[in-house]
Structures are given as structure tokens and as C-alpha cells.
């Protein structure tokens, strides 16, 4: 940890989104964009401030479910709107402050820390753009910013200018307290500018150095394009370092996985797989089209095609395809095809048949199934739970079994009688 201030703005509404959520509120990789920036700020500074004011109170609860000791400060965005508006009346502790935009869930640490490695009052972030559009162009007059001008302010020349700025900065504090209070709304959008310290503090005298970034790092998310085109780049990267650490995936683009997702040992990802949520998968296989949720897999195999949805945890089992498998521990078993299978424990040995459905729900409370080892379960059998089958127990094929308790040994079995009609077809149908 260095003597160092982290000021992140994320007050405005994000009006491009054209939804009622905060911008920084939607998700990338399984959670709200501000975390994400908030997270790599974390590394690096024990003075971090959040600058909020559209939906601040889901924005500050968001943040305070995932870190500790961060200080909010309320902009008065009716008053004083823009970036600038945003710093106004932050007090950082430290002497250097880094500034950065909440709708930028690229940044990592290291992009950060950059900015420290340049011994100047002013560091700003620098891009160079094929398209610059929607962003605030950078005027570099003989290899020296000069000062920021927003699109919306930009004559046709400026307008051409690919130089952009990226929305992150290194002050001196000493910079943000003299020029913040002289900052004007005279502009095309009556905002208070955070880009125009660059020209207030140029005009005194003071140096400011340019960093040259790279889009991969530094994107800001304006639009639900953004939002997308961020997403990939971060999926890119949460599955380049799965694959790393020796995760094998077969067409990785189609491929999703979630921040805080983990892997140990080999594992293999088919085509199509989703890993959600707090998910933990070791040795294991998760062939094509499954969906993993807040669960755990551990020497198993699953899919093509299942479901195993939160609190789940499958250890030493196969999971066959169109299983659905919900707040279930399942030790050493086998599931091979069409079952769901909810709030259930089921252990060593066990095979559950095609069909297979544990009736948890009696339409106003869930009910718990457990099934002990080497139980057979016939093909089409529903378990009404409450239920517990005792170890060593086959079931028949097609049995409805009421709730209670079954002993170990039995063979069950529920099954309506069969009835032959002799004729019936032909009567029916008449002769073909
Ligand atoms: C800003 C920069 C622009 C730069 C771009 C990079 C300004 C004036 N412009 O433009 O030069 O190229 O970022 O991505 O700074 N915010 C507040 N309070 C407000 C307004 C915004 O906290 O009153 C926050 C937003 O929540 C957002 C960030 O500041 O996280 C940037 O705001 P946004 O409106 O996206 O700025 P841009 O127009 O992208
Ligand atoms: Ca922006």
C-alpha cells in the first residue's frame, strides 16, 4: 500500500444506457461494473472514495456487501453536475490522488499504477482511437497536453483529433484543491468539468504528462455496446487464466464464466458451458450446454445439456443430460438422464433412473429427500418428500412413494395393474 488516495465517480445516471439501473450498477461477468474498478482500486489504496448520487443507496449498499472501509461521498449533482461537480468537497487523505471514471470495470492494479511511475503534478491516461466518438479529445500541442475538449464542445478540426482522453488521472492534491473551485459550467452541456483542471492547471504553469493506454484497459462504458464489447475482453481474460492454470476448453468464445469463479486440478469445458455465481469445479468435466450455478464440483462429470443450479455440491458423480439438480449433495452417484433432483442427499453407490423426479414443493413449503448408498431407483419413480430410503433399497421402475421412511433391504414398488383388451386395436382403428 502506497500514501495513496483512489477517487472513483460514479454519481452520474449513465442517460446512454436507456435503462432506469444506474450504469454503474450493470453487470459484467456476473457483477455491477463499479465492483470491478473498486476491486483493482483496492489493491493499492486504504483511502478510497466513491462518488455517488443516482441511486446512491443500492450503489453504497452494491459496494458495502463486497468491501470494507470504503467512504462515500454524496455529490451535489443538482447544483453542480459533470466530473468536476464530482470532486467537489472530497477530501483525500493522501498527497497523490488517482481519479478515476466508475464506468471503466477493465482497469486492473498494475494499469494504476502506471500512472505513479511518472514524476509529474498531472498524469492523465491517453488513447489513441480509430474512432474517437463520445469521447473528450486530448489537444497536444509540440508533444505537450495543452488542454481536454468534450465532443459536444469540439469544433469540426477538434472533432478530427484521434487523441482521446481515457478518464483516468494522477494529481497532486495540492492540484485538485486550487483549480476544482475555479472550474465554470460554460460549456455545451452547463456541466462542471473534471477535464478542464488540465487547461486551469496548464495555464499556471504546472507540467502535464501524457500516458499513452491501451483500449483493453481503460474502455469506458457509455452504451450497452460497450457493455458488451467490455464483457468480452473480461471473459477473454477470466478464461485465459483458467486455462492457465490447466483448464482445457473446446471453442472458448462460446464459452461464459463468472468473476469469482474457481478451478483446481485438470478440468475440461465443452462447448456452450455457463459458470455462475461463487461456483467451484476440480477434475472435473462439464461437457456441452450445462449450467453451473453458485455450486461445487469435485471429480465428476456433467451434461451435455444439465443444470445444476445453487447449493449444490457433486462429488464423484455423473450427471447425464437434461438433469436438473438444485441444493443437493450428491456423493459417488449416478444420474444419467431426465431428472430433477432438489433439496435431496444422496450417497455412495446410488443409481437414479431416467425420470426421476423428488417431489419437494407441496405448493407452500420444499421438502428435504435422502436417499442412502447402493439404492437403485427405478426408471419414472417420483419420491414425495419429505422421504428418507434407507441404504441398500431398489425402488421399481415407475413408483410413486409417499413421504415417510423406507427400510433398508425392501424392494418397492406402486404399480397399476396392467389390462389387455383382446380385438381392441382393430375394432378401434378398423382393419389396415
Ligand atoms: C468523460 C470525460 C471525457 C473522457 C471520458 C472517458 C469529462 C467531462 N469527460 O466523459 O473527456 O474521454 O470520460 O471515458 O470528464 N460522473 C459523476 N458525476 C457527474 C457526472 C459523471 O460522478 O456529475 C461519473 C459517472 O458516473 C461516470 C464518470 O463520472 O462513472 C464519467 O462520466 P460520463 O458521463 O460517462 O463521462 P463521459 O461523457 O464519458
Ligand atoms: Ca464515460
Known sequence: MRNLSIVIMAAGKGTRMKSPLAKVLHPISGKPMLYHSVKAAKALSDDIIVVTYHQADAVEAMLSGYFEG?????QDLENFPGTGGALMGVKPKHDKVIVLNGDMPLMTPDAITRFLSIDAPIVMSVIRLANPSGYGRVVIVDGAVERIVEQKDCTPQELAIDTVNAGVYAFDASILSTFIPQLSNANAQKEYYLTDVIALAKKAGHAIAPLYVEEELFKGVNSKVDLCEAEIIMQRRIKNSAM????????????????????EGECELEAGVILKGKTHIERS??????????????????????????????????????????????????????SYLGDATIDTGTNIGAGTITCNYDGKKKYETIIGKNVFVGSDSQLIAPITIEDDVMIAAGTTLPSGRVESGVLVLSRAPVKTVKGFYQKFFGKK
Open 70 to 74: 470504503l467512504t462515500f461521498h454524496r
Open 244 to 263: 492457465l492454470n490447466g483448464v482445457t476448453m473446446h471453442l472458448s468464445d462460446t464459452i461464459y464464466i463468472e468473476e469469482g469463479v474457481t478451478f
Open 285 to 338: 468435466i462439464i461437457k456441452a450446454h450445462s449450467v453451473v450455478e453458485d455450486s461445487t464440483l469435485i471429480d465428476s462429470d456433467v451434461g451435455p445439456m444439465a443444470r445444476i443450479r445453487p447449493a449444490s455440491r457433486i462429488i464423484d458423480t455423473h450427471i447425464g443430460n437434461f438433469v436438473e439438480v438444485k441444493k443437493s449433495t450428491l456423493t459417488g452417484v449416478k444420474a444419467g438422464h431426465l
